[in-house]
């Protein structure tokens, strides 16, 4: 744990770091603006489940308002003509998901702790890891996004032994160990997670 520690130390004097804290800032503003705002990304977030989350970013900004009032059909088709690999099942989840939408800053009044937990059961297509990625995409900080770039580099530094499968349990357990390297780097999970992306793909997304 301690090589990770000291990169990630010599990250957060950097160059990244500063973009890290300018994306977290970003990331809260979200959560100020308006329920239809706050829903679009959370289609991204549905976007990027078993797909790249580049392409999922470009989709977003295309469709733009469309999540909000596209028939099914209609984002099914244009989902596919831009290239997402589950244009049917995406259009479903979205159209579905709209439901929520009105009272999404409600919903995320709610107690921190359940707050992941709902998302799961109520909107499809999202898992444990789509919905943290929402959460702090909107400005939630203590949600960890846990994806195989993430288990690639722990196993890499022999923190975690790879996973056949990422029950709910072991999600859990490696979200511990994130939260233990984020205390030792008196930092969030939301920038732990920027900072162990951009180790592994030399890049500061969403």
């Given at each position: 744990?301690?090589?990770?520690?000291?990169?990630?130390?010599?990250?957060?004097?950097?160059?990244?770091?500063?973009?890290?804290?300018?994306?977290?800032?970003?990331?809260?503003?979200?959560?100020?603006?308006?329920?239809?705002?706050?829903?679009?990304?959370?289609?991204?977030?549905?976007?990027?489940?078993?797909?790249?989350?580049?392409?999922?970013?470009?989709?977003?900004?295309?469709?733009?308002?469309?999540?909000?009032?596209?028939?099914?059909?209609e984002l099914e088709k244009k989902l596919r003509?831009?290239?997402?690999?589950?244009?049917?099942?995406?259009?479903?989840?979205?159209?579905?998901?709209?439901?929520?939408?009105?009272?999404?800053?409600?919903?995320?009044?709610?107690?921190?702790?359940?707050?992941?937990?709902?998302?799961v059961k109520n909107i499809k297509g999202l898992?444990?890891k789509e919905a943290s990625h929402f959460l702090?995409?909107?400005?939630?900080?203590?949600?960890?996004?846990?994806?195989?770039?993430?288990?690639?580099?722990?196993?890499?530094?022999?923190?975690?032994?790879?996973?056949?499968?990422?029950?709910?349990?072991?999600?859990?357990?490696?979200?511990?160990?994130?939260?233990?390297?984020?205390?030792?780097?008196?930092?969030?999970?939301?920038?732990?997670?920027?900072?162990?992306?951009?180790?592994?793909?030399?890049?500061?997304?969403?």
């Amino acid at each position: 744990m301690k090589d990770l520690i000291d990169y990630i130390e010599k990250l957060k004097k950097s160059l990244v770091g500063r973009k890290v804290e300018k994306r977290i800032k970003e990331f809260k503003e979200i959560s100020k603006k308006s329920n239809d705002d706050i829903f679009k990304e959370l289609c991204f977030c549905i976007l990027t489940a078993n797909f790249n989350a580049e392409k999922s970013i470009e989709i977003q900004n295309k469709i733009g308002d469309g999540f909000l009032n596209f028939s099914e059909k209609e984002l099914e088709k244009k989902l596919r003509e831009l290239g997402h690999r589950y244009p049917k099942t995406r259009a479903k989840y979205i159209v579905e998901a709209r439901m929520f939408k009105d009272s999404l800053k409600n919903i995320l009044e709610s107690n921190e702790n359940d707050l992941r937990d709902w998302f799961v059961k109520n909107i499809k297509g999202l898992g444990y890891k789509e919905a943290s990625h929402f959460l702090r995409n909107i400005g939630f900080e203590n949600f960890a996004i846990i994806d195989f770039h993430i288990i690639d580099l722990l196993v890499k530094h022999k923190l975690i032994k790879r996973p056949k499968t990422l029950t709910k349990r072991k999600y859990f357990e490696i979200e511990n160990i994130l939260k233990r390297i984020a205390k030792e780097l008196n930092i969030n999970l939301a920038e732990l997670d920027l900072y162990l992306w951009y180790m592994e793909t030399g890049k500061i997304l969403k």
